[in-house]
Structure formats: structure tokens, C-alpha cells
């Protein structure tokens, strides 16, 4: 059974960073077409983040893009999310996500990050 396990979120000031972690169990990280993480604020949808293909490629939203970088080790199983450069729109519980096309849709419980003005 797959599992997604978050951790690394928490109360940052504007500015700050933290580095989330996305730990799976089950099933080799590199056997999904894509790692991704999602975000979900107060009151908004959820919303994608940023994604690693297996062969490595990346893409992030807008808001993400010079700010925030996803990675990936193999060895402990786990995908990544550098944030930096916080701003308090960035305040949402964010998500790791596992994907195989057509075939298998995870998603871990989320992890909390606020950040405060």
C-alpha cells in the first residue's frame, strides 16, 4: 500500500524559508510519471504547485517559479519542496501527490505552513 507522508510545514515570518518533505512508502518514488505538490488555502481551491516527471523535468505555477524548487532523492524515497522568499499568500496546507497516468492517484494528509506579515 502506498502511503505519503508530509512533514516540514510550520509558522514562518514574510521572507523565510522552509524545505517540505514528502516521504513514500510502498512504492518506489520513480515508478510514478509525476511528483507533484499541491497547495490548498482557506476558502480557495486546491491548486498545483509544482511537478518532477520521472525523467526529471520540472514546471512550477507562476507564484512559484523563482521562489520555490522541487526535488527528489532516491535513495530515502522522497520528494522535496524548497520554499524561500515567503509571502503570506503562500499560508495553505500544501500536499504531495503521486501520479501514474490513467492508473494510480495518491495524495499524503498535507502539511501546514503559515506565514505571518
Known amino acids: 500500500q502506498v502511503q505519503l507522508v508530509e512533514s516540514g510545514g510550520g509558522l514562518v515570518q514574510a521572507g523565510g524559508s522552509l524545505r517540505l518533505s514528502c516521504a513514500a512508502s510502498?512504492?518506489?518514488?520513480?515508478?510514478?510519471?509525476?511528483m507533484a505538490w499541491y497547495r490548498q488555502a482557506p476558502g480557495k481551491q486546491r491548486e498545483l504547485v509544482a511537478t518532477?516527471?520521472?525523467?526529471?523535468?520540472?514546471n512550477y505555477a507562476d507564484s512559484a517559479k523563482g521562489r520555490f524548487t522541487i526535488s527528489r532523492n532516491s535513495a530515502e524515497n522522497t520528494v522535496y519542496l524548497q520554499l524561500s522568499s515567503l509571502k503570506p499568500e503562500d499560508t495553505a496546507v500544501y500536499y504531495c501527490n503521486a501520479l501514474q497516468y490513467s492508473r494510480a492517484d495518491y495524495w499524503g494528509h498535507g502539511t501546514q505552513v503559515t506565514v505571518s506579515s
Open positions: 510502498g512504492r518506489n518514488i520513480f515508478s510514478f510519471n509525476v
Open positions: 518532477i516527471t520521472t525523467g526529471g523535468s520540472t
